[in-house]
């Protein structure tokens, strides 16, 4: 863990994640953009090549990894979210111990948020699903229309619409560097999860206040 391993209660609202922090999304989300991919004539045979998709912007994975064109990416994002709204949205997993993780952070008085780079309408389906959604105050994310395109503009909604302005009573918890640099445009401390897709270099080099590597070490954290 790095920095002080003491209490964060300066920090009494927390914002997560949701792919690749509270949930293991990896069929659902390479699934479908394998779909999406294959619209287009590129074929993907190990769904684990697709595992960077997970967590940034959608349409900037398209377009960093696969080299598409603004009308290509277009085309995909729409493949894609025809086979996540069917069925990819619930091709999802629960990380072992988060429930438990929810439940005392709620208990010590933390007042729980989402912010997610996937669109709102699948992250609210997805929490409800799998009967998370009590614990969280509000659940934002991006639009269908792309109108939140980086962590950062999803973090100033959520902190709007809850009507947060004390950015020194927030923290962030993430697997990806995004999470990390949107929390800091905004001044706003984060934690970096090693459970999900992101490596210890990628959260370092973007600054994240503390590294943990399980859901555990992120409760003994709390």
Same mark, same amino acid.
């Given at each position: 863990?790095?920095?002080?391993?003491?209490?964060?209660?300066?920090? *009494?609202?927390?914002?997560?994640?949701?792919?690749?922090?509270?949930?293991? *999304?990896?069929?659902?989300?390479?699934?479908?953009?394998?779909?999406?991919?294959?619209?287009?004539?590129?074929?993907?045979?190990?769904?684990?090549?697709?595992?960077?998709?997970?967590?940034?912007?959608?349409?900037?994975?398209?377009?960093?990894?696969?080299?598409?064109?603004?009308?290509?990416?277009?085309?995909? #994002?729409?493949?894609?979210?025809?086979?996540?709204?069917?069925?990819?949205?619930?091709?999802?997993?629960?990380?072992?111990?988060?429930?438990?993780?929810?439940?005392?952070?709620?208990?010590?008085?933390?007042?729980?948020?989402?912010?997610?780079?996937?669109?709102?309408?699948?992250?609210?389906?997805?929490?409800?699903?799998?009967?998370?959604?009590?614990?969280?105050?509000?659940?934002?994310?991006?639009?269908?229309?792309?109108?939140?395109?980086?962590?950062?503009? /999803?973090?100033?909604?959520?902190?709007?619409?809850?009507?947060?302005?004390?950015?020194?009573? /927030?923290?962030?918890?993430?697997?990806?560097?995004?999470?990390?640099?949107?929390?800091?445009?905004?001044?706003?401390?984060?934690?970096?999860?090693?459970?999900?897709?992101?490596?210890?270099?990628?959260?370092?080099?973007?600054?994240?206040?503390?590294? /943990?590597?399980? /859901?555990?070490?992120?409760? #003994?954290?709390?």
């Amino acid at each position: 863990m790095s920095q002080e391993s003491h209490s964060l209660k300066k920090y *009494p609202y927390l914002f997560f994640d949701l792919d690749g922090t509270l949930t293991d *999304p990896l069929e659902g989300i390479a699934g479908s953009a394998a779909y999406a991919l294959r619209h287009l004539g590129i074929q993907i045979d190990d769904l684990n090549e697709l595992t960077p998709f997970i967590g940034p912007p959608l349409r900037e994975s398209f377009m960093k990894y696969y080299n598409l064109t603004e009308e290509q990416t277009s085309v995909a #994002m729409l493949k894609y979210r025809e086979r996540f709204a069917d069925v990819g949205w619930s091709e999802n997993k629960v990380y072992p111990g988060i429930e438990s993780l929810l439940q005392e952070a709620r208990r010590q008085g933390y007042e729980l948020m989402i912010a997610t780079s996937k669109p709102e309408i699948f992250a609210r389906r997805i929490v409800r699903h799998f009967g998370l959604d009590s614990y969280f105050t509000y659940v934002g994310g991006d639009g269908l229309n792309g109108e939140r395109p980086t962590k950062a503009d /999803v973090i100033a909604y959520v902190m709007e619409n809850v009507g947060l302005e004390d950015v020194s009573q /927030v923290a962030m918890i993430g697997d990806r560097e995004h999470d990390v640099l949107g929390a800091k445009c905004h001044g706003i401390d984060s934690i970096g999860v090693l459970y999900g897709y992101g490596s210890r270099e990628e959260l370092v080099d973007a600054g994240a206040n503390y590294v /943990v590597e399980s /859901v555990e070490e992120l409760e #003994m954290l709390l």
